[in-house]
Nanobody
Framework: QVQLVESGGGLVQPGGSLRLSCAAS????????MGWYRQAPGKQRKLVAF???????NYADSVKGRFTISRDNATASVYLQMNSLKPEDTAVYYC????????WGQGTQVTVSS
């Protein structure tokens, strides 16, 4: 069974930074593409960052140049470094395979506010 545990969220001022972490189990991590998704209040969850099993990355236009996704296959972990945060980045952030499975973790709340 896939288990995904996200951490690292919090309250940060505009322009600040956060680093999210995700620990995955129950999957053969190294052969899967992974993604970070976010869901803002009243909106659908959407993919914001993608990393292939070989390390190729892609980003939604809204976060390009500010967010960096990375992975550590040895520890089955995926990370999201978020810089220059904006209020519109406020959301619950989730990791999952890309494309995603039906097994979502609890997510981690990111709130960008002064």
């Amino acid at each position: 069974q896939v288990q995904l545990v996200e951490s690292g969220g919090g309250l940060v001022q505009p322009g600040g930074s956060l680093r999210l972490s995700c620990a995955a189990s129950g999957i053969i991590f190294g052969v899967n593409s992974m993604g970070w998704y976010r869901q803002a209040p009243g909106k659908q969850r959407k993919l914001v960052a993608f990393i292939s099993r070989s390390g190729v990355t892609n980003y939604a236009d809204s976060v390009k140049g500010r967010f960096t996704i990375s992975r550590d296959n040895a520890t089955a972990s995926v990370y999201l470094q978020m810089n220059s945060l904006k209020p519109e980045d406020t959301a619950v952030y989730y990791c999952n395979k890309a494309p995603p499975t039906d097994s979502w973790g609890q997510g981690t709340q990111v709130t960008v506010s002064s």
